[in-house]
């Protein structure tokens, strides 16, 4: 389906019904695969035929969705996880190790900067932190000897920064090591961060995947271009035999198109079991079949309220990158061109009582610990999803006391605006 536009992959990609079968994709919930010989299975453990064997490493109602994703971003192969977490800690995880190091962006959802910030660096793996926007020194500064990977979101969760996805890929590839990307916001709707230079990407398919709060899960996408065997000493596990499994080497039995996913699947997946259940997968494939048809309404709608809280007296700053004048605009116009995100931030004059006021009075967006749902919802990030966080940084994050993230649903524009009126009166 190279060919084909986005919209036609978001209904028709990554299942193709037979003579007579179901025309939706159906849901495979079973946890095992009946085989009439040990033989049968058995070459199913060795990687050497295709199959399934048990739900924990693949399943085929997973499969199709992945599929479904990977043709989205223009990928090879992609892995569908429990969530978002699951999916960026299985992307650093399956090439990085106790005493390696990785690169990232300062500016990232909350969660993340605390999963390699505390429970990662637990686990023996630095992270340096650079501003998304610093200099070319003080990025090249942050590596090192044993960096194995760079990490960014494309827009930022919820500081509303926008990568520059070629800076960042360059950079990366000048020290031999693969860019993973964040798509989860723009999604490949939006930007495509496989165009720009970017090797992996991660979403959180809880947000405008699935688009209606039904289940939570993420996915990864290989883009299957990064050459892992130029570099055999910083990528063993999937250079060298994996003695776990049957000494199979990665990039020699599945090339640079199926080496990354293969071992995050055989080996991640077979030992932590973040699967995505076949029941949400099914829910995810429902909302990818109108992804194209609603981030246009998501960015109209917050295209519009982020205009309208620009000029309110009340409202001390806004922060949207379609906004002219905003710090990201320009970037955003390269790799967003189209539109970016239904999420505005912004921070109400008198500080985080006057914020937590506000939204106490809204009545059409809800207070919810999420985003990117076709119900217009918002949250106080300082006290609530940043809330493990120190002052520096939150600040480094980009994220301020008075800082309320709104995520602008599908609703129309002029109900929204009237709703965050009356509040602000």
Partial sequence: MAGQGIGTKCVQAGYTPGNGEPRQIPIYQSTTFKYATSADMGKLFDLEANGYFYTRLQNPTNDCVAAKIAA????????????????????????????????????????????????MKRMGIEFTFVQPDCTAEELEAAFRPNTKAVFGETIANPALTVLDIERFAAAAHAHGVPLIVDNTFATPVNCRPFDFGCDIVTHSTTKYMDGHGAGVGGCIVDSGRFDWTRYPERFPGLCTPDESYHGVTYTERFGLGGAFITKATTQLMRDFGSIQSPQN???????????????????????????????????????????????????????????????????????????????????IAAIETHVADARTCCLHPASSTHRQMSDAELEAAGVSPDMVRLSCGLEDAADLIADLEQALN
């Fill in 72 to 119: 989205l971003e223009g990928g090879t192969a992609a892995m569908l996880t429990s969530s978002g977490q699951a999916a960026n800690f299985y992307a650093v995880f399956n090439i990085a190790s106790c005493g390696d190091h990785v690169v990232s962006s300062a500016s990232i959802y909350g969660g993340t900067f605390n999963l390699f910030a505390v429970t």
């Fill in 281 to 363: 997968a099914f829910y995810l494939n429902l909302g990818l079949e109108s992804l194209h048809v609603r981030m246009a309404r998501h960015c109209e709608n917050g295209q519009a309220v982020a205009e309208f809280l620009q000029k309110h007296p009340k409202i001390a700053w806004v922060t949207y990158p379609g906004l002219p004048g905003d710090d990201y605009y320009a970037l955003a116009q390269k790799y967003l061109p189209h539109g970016s995100c239904g999420v505005v931030s912004f921070g109400v004059k008198g500080g985080r009582a006057a914020a937590e006021q506000f939204m106490s009075r809204l009545r």
